[in-house]
């Protein structure tokens, strides 16, 4: 039983996991007893050793060679044994000055945070967007960009843009286009987005919009519009993780690079990290995502007002130092928030 550990099989499983973590190298119990000060034997370490090996914590990677923690050992780690820390001065400013709007667009503002989080952790940084369904709508734009090419721009409340080029089939004049968007505008204000998409078709099937060529092509245009689902999934700091020893072979490589390109299951999974606020830890095969085991997942939520918008996080091997990403994340999180709350 987990809850069985004793404090000297505590100890010494804390002192494996963390020295991996620095080396990515098997651990023997030479290295515990002289690293850590610990006053056993060698020989009662490497009892202890096998015992840990049994309970499923550890796995010896060679014969003869020292240990190294398997996914179960991590997650006692995280649950049981570790030792947050604070995040450093210097981490916290280059946070609070790259967690800013600077005139740049939401999306500009996501990607430049994954980007920010893969730097101070040295892994991967992610940021889900706000999913559509998910916000309010605020506005449509439409901006012609020829005779039958129009840039539509859907903002949300929250902020989010997305843009989407659509081909009418008859040309639409710019005052014309101003005149849909205002209508559309005025139709679906307040609505989620899940809703503005029942609210199209519904007047869609209107007797009135039968005799009103505008607005007939009004909804048209909204309907193709609202049609595409854009990931949102911004991605920075590949390179980190094939940096890593562990994934050094050409094989793992191909692996990760087969994980990065489902974007679909990794927004699955963090869009059930919606319903859970706050960090959370998916370590090794917790995330259930094809391709990606030895590597671990950290994520928090951003809100804005009462409103959970999205996930920000930290990919990397297993064996990634938690103790200090974990408050990178949860404080990355934070400013976003802030900043997605000021009016």
Do not use: W
Request: charged share 25%; net charge neutral; proline share 3%.
């Amino acid at each position: 039983m987990d809850g069985d550990m004793n404090i000297r099989s505590r100890q010494i499983l804390e002192a494996i996991i963390e020295d991996y973590i620095c080396t990515a190298e098997p651990i023997g119990s030479s290295a515990i007893r002289s690293s850590h000060g610990i006053s056993l034997s060698t020989a009662t370490i490497r009892n202890v050793m096998a015992d840990l090996e049994e309970m499923g914590f550890l796995a010896s990677p060679h014969t003869s060679a020292g240990r190294i923690p398997t996914d179960k050992a991590y997650r006692f780690y995280v649950d049981s044994l570790l030792a947050v820390k604070s995040v450093e001065r210097s981490e916290r400013e280059e946070i609070r000055r790259r967690c800013t709007v600077d005139g740049r667009d939401v999306d500009g503002v996501f990607r430049e945070i994954s980007h920010m989080l893969s730097s101070v952790s040295h892994y991967m940084g992610i940021v889900a967007a706000p999913r559509f369904n998910a916000n309010f709508f605020r506005q449509i734009d439409f901006i012609r960009l020829g005779s039958r090419r129009i840039l539509a721009i859907l903002i949300s409340q929250s902020g989010s843009v997305q843009n989407r080029i659509i081909e009418p089939q008859e040309d639409i004049s710019t005052d014309m286009l101003v005149k849909m968007a205002n209508y559309l505008n005025a139709l679906l204000q307040g609505l989620t987005i899940s809703e503005v998409k029942r609210r199209i078709l519904e007047e869609m099937q209107s007797e009135k919009i039968r005799y009103d060529n505008m607005l007939a092509s009004a909804l048209k245009l909204s309907e193709q519009a609202f049609d595409e689902n854009s990931s949102g999934l911004f991605i920075e700091g590949q390179a980190n993780i094939f940096a890593q020893p562990e994934f050094a072979d050409a094989q793992r490589m191909k692996e990760l690079f087969r994980a990065m390109e489902q974007k679909n299951q990794l927004l699955a999974l963090l869009d059930g990290c919606l319903k859970a606020p706050g960090v959370n830890i998916f370590i090794g095969s917790e995330s259930h995502l094809n391709n990606m085991s030895g590597m671990s997942l950290i994520t928090s939520t951003y809100i804005s007002g009462k409103n959970t918008l999205g996930v920000l996080g930290v990919i990397g091997p297993t064996r990634m130092g938690y103790a200090k990403v974990i408050p990178i994340v949860d404080y990355t999180a934070k400013m976003l928030t802030r900043i997605l709350t000021v009016e």
